[in-house]
């Protein structure tokens, strides 16, 4: 099994608080693989760091080998990996479709006018928004606006795609929804790292699991075996997250 993307000793600091603390694990290609713990354990830092949005104080980043650590994002991005944020980045006064455009203009080998139109138009139809082309995404629902961010990282045709969260927020329909796009898009070939609490989604989703708790990796393996791993329940105490 080829491994995508690979962390190692990686360290983020915020002051004195150390949010990521010598981290390490591995994504397999081809695999939907989930990123849990309790709230403030450092899952957005980490997703910060693989997407370049931080920079760690040690530690490294590989994605097929190839060491990527503290680049700009926007190389990431180019390289393969997007994202979408735990609290939705849409541009407001843009339609939908050129939120789209704006991200197929970042990948590596860009798209422009009729044939970045042609393609955001698909990418909106691939997440369920087809025939919103025009619409305001200041106009969109809160799902609708998670659909368009999700196609905006699809517009740069990533080997890895980070969600952070994207899940969180959607009601019963919308959640079943979800799961079968993340499902698709996995199936279509794309690796998956995904920040979630919906555990429903984890099972249903990831094979494997990594586990943060206070910034350390305290599991990682087989989602069945992760969930009943000691360390795991132990993390989860008290968390109200289910
Ligand atoms: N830019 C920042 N400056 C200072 N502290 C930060 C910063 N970003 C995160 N932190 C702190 O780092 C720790 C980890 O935060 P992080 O957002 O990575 O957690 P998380 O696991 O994503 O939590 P949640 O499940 O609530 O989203 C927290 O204590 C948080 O307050
Ligand atoms: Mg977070």
């Known amino acids: 099994m080829t491994t995508l993307?690979?962390?190692?000793?990686?360290?983020?600091?915020f002051g004195g608080l150390?949010?990521?603390r010598e981290a390490g694990f591995t994504v397999a290609a081809g695999e939907v693989t989930?990123?849990?713990?309790?709230?403030?354990?450092g899952k957005t830092t980490m997703m910060n760091l693989i997407s370049g949005n931080l920079k760690p104080d040690a530690g490294t980043v590989r994605l097929v080998g190839k060491d990527i650590t503290g680049r700009r994002p926007?190389?990431?991005a180019r390289g393969g990996i997007a994202r979408t944020f735990q609290l939705v980045r849409v541009i407001n006064d843009m339609t939908a479709r050129e939120n789209v455009v704006a991200g197929l203009a970042f990948r590596d080998r860009p798209l422009w006018g009729q044939a970045a139109a042609n393609e955001a138009d698909r990418l909106l139809e691939r997440v369920g928004l087809g025939g919103r082309a025009e619409a305001q995404a200041a106009e969109l629902t809160y799902v609708d606006q998670k659909r368009l961010e999700l196609a905006r990282a699809l517009a740069l045709s990533p080997r890895l795609l980070l969600l952070d969260e994207w899940l969180a927020g959607l009601n019963a329909s919308e959640l079943d929804g979800g799961i079968a796009l993340i499902r698709s898009l996995s199936q279509e070939g794309v690796t998956v790292l995904m920040v979630e609490h919906v555990m429903s989604a984890i099972r249903q989703l990831c094979e494997r699991c990594v586990v943060m708790n206070a910034g350390a990796i305290v599991a990682e393996g087989e989602t069945t075996a992760v969930m009943s791993d000691p360390a795991v329940i132990a993390a989860y105490l008290g968390e109200e997250d289910d």
């Open 34 to 41: 989930g990123l849990l713990g309790p709230n403030g354990s």
């Open 74 to 76: 926007h190389l990431i």
């Open 18 to 20: 150390t949010a990521v």
């Open 5 to 13: 993307l690979q962390v190692s000793g990686l360290t983020k600091r």
